[in-house]
C-alpha cells in the first residue's frame, strides 16, 4: 500500500535466500502485488543481482494492514538518491539504531524515540528487523560454537506496536541437523507492561 493512500502497518514477512550474494554490488528488488482488500494487502517480491537480473538471490511475501487515513494534501516526496560505499569503517547496523546487548544478556532497543519511530508514533520495522536478526544471530553464534553463519531463511510476524520502550528481544535456539541452528525470537516493550510486539524465526546454515 502507498504512504498515499494508507498508513501501512505490517502483520507478517517471510524472506527466503537462495544465494548470498557473494560479489554482488547492486541489487534490485522486483516488486509484486497480489492482492488489495479494503483494510488487507499481500505482495510478494524477489531480489535479483541488479547487473545480472537471472541470479535470484532471495524470495520476499509480506502481509500488511491498513490501520488509518493519509492526511490531506500529502503529496509524493522526490527520491534523493543516496550511495554509501561499504566500508569496515561503518559501524553495523544494530548500533546505528541504538541496540546493545545489556548486561542481562538480552539484546534490545532503548526507549522509543523519533530516530526510530514510524509516523504514527510506534517502533519502526527497520530497526525491529535489524535487532532481531542480531538478537538471532548471536544466539545461533552461541548454539553452534561459531560465527561462520549465513542466513537462510527468517519469518516475522508483528503483533503489536511498540509504543514506550525499551525493547527486549528474547531468543530461543534450536541446534538441527548437519549443523543448521534454528533461533525463535520475542520482542517485548518493557515500558508497556512488558507486551509482545514481534515474534519470528530464523534458519542458519554453516557458512563455506
Known sequence: MSDLEAVPNPVVHSCQILDPGVGVERIEIISEELRRGRQLGYSRA??????????????????GVSIGVPPEGLER????????ADSPDLPPLWQV??????????WALPELSVDVASP?????????????ETAARH?????????????????????????AGPF????????????NVAVRVKMYDEGA??????AGSYLFAPAD
Open 77 to 84: 516526496m522526490e527520491a534523493n538518491p543516496l550511495e554509501i
Open 139 to 163: 544466539g545461533a553464534a552461541e548454539t553452534a560454537g561459531t560465527d561462520r553463519l549465513h542466513g537462510v531463511s527468517s519469518h516475522v510476524m508483528f503483533v503489536a506496536r511498540g509504543k
Open 120 to 132: 504514527d508514533a510506534a517502533l519502526h520495522i527497520g530497526p525491529q528487523f535489524v535487532t532481531l
Open 168 to 179: 527486549r528481544v528474547e531468543p530461543e535456539a534450536i541446534a538441527g541437523a548437519a549443523g
Open 97 to 106: 539504531f541504538g541496540a546493545r546487548l545489556r548486561q542481562d544478556g538480552y
Open 46 to 63: 524477489k531480489i535479483v543481482d541488479a547487473d545480472h537480473p537471472a541470479r535470484v538471490l532471495a524470495l520476499i511475501e509480506g502481509q
Open 193 to 198: 507492561g512488558d507486551r509482545l510486539t514481534t
